[in-house]
Each structure stands twice: as structure tokens, then as C-alpha cells.
């Protein structure tokens, strides 16, 4: 094996040169990546995912509801755009409500049942 020496001065040149040319490799690698613009739903896949119809999802458009972007006659919507008017339309349901109309149901339908019994 074979010792080269070299002064310090030296050394710190090579090094100062050396990470100069991992960050110029870096910022190329970065370049080189591909765009990252968040997930894009076509209109297909919006009606699908909030169960409308493509008239209805025209009307959010027009209304200025539901942002979009439109290349070559297709039309697309940010995920998180709809993740959100999902969210800001949900409604929040008064347990003691549904409880109480889920035992009238029941109620209810006991007594037809025994009217059932003497028909």
C-alpha cells in the first residue's frame, strides 16, 4: 500500500472543490426529477367519488364551488379541493335524533305486525 502525503492547505482546496462538484451533481439530480403537482382526479373519477352526476359537477364549476383545469377539452380537479368541499358540506347528525326516530321505527313497526296477527 502506498502513503501519499499532502499539506493541509491542499487537502482543504481538494475538499472545498469536491463539494462543490456533490452539490452541482445534486441540483442536476434535482432538476432531472419529476414535477411533483399533487394527486388530479378526472371528472369521471369526481362524479364516482361524490356519487353525482356530470351535470351536477358542471353546475359546482360554473357556480365557482369546485375549482378546475381544463387541457384539450378534459377537465380535472385537485383531490385536495374535493377532499375539502366534501368536508365543509358534511353535516353532523344529533345521535339522540336518530335514536329516537330508530325506536319509533321500531315502535312502529311492532304494531303493524301485531295488526298483522289478528288480520
Known amino acids: 500500500m502506498e502513503v501519499v502525503s499532502i499539506e493541509k492547505n491542499t487537502y482543504r482546496e481538494m475538499m472545498a472543490r469536491f463539494n462543490v462538484f456533490v452539490s452541482q451533481m445534486k441540483e442536476m ?4 426529477e419529476p414535477k411533483k403537482l399533487g394527486d388530479w382526479l378526472d371528472s369521471d373519477e369526481v362524479c364516482e367519488m361524490l356519487t353525482i352526476s356530470p351535470r351536477t359537477l358542471q353546475s359546482l364549476r360554473y357556480k365557482g364551488i ?8 378534459r377537465t380535472y380537479y385537485k383531490l ?9 358540506n358534511t353535516v353532523e347528525m344529533d ?18 305486525d301485531s295488526y298483522d296477527l289478528f288480520s
Open 29 to 32: 439530480c434535482q432538476r432531472n
Open 66 to 73: 369546485l375549482g378546475y383545469s381544463q387541457i384539450q377539452h
Open 80 to 88: 385536495d379541493e374535493v377532499v375539502e368541499l366534501i368536508k365543509s
Open 95 to 112: 345521535i339522540e335524533y336518530v335514536r329516537r326516530k330508530a325506536n319509533e321505527r321500531v315502535a312502529k313497526q311492532k304494531l303493524n
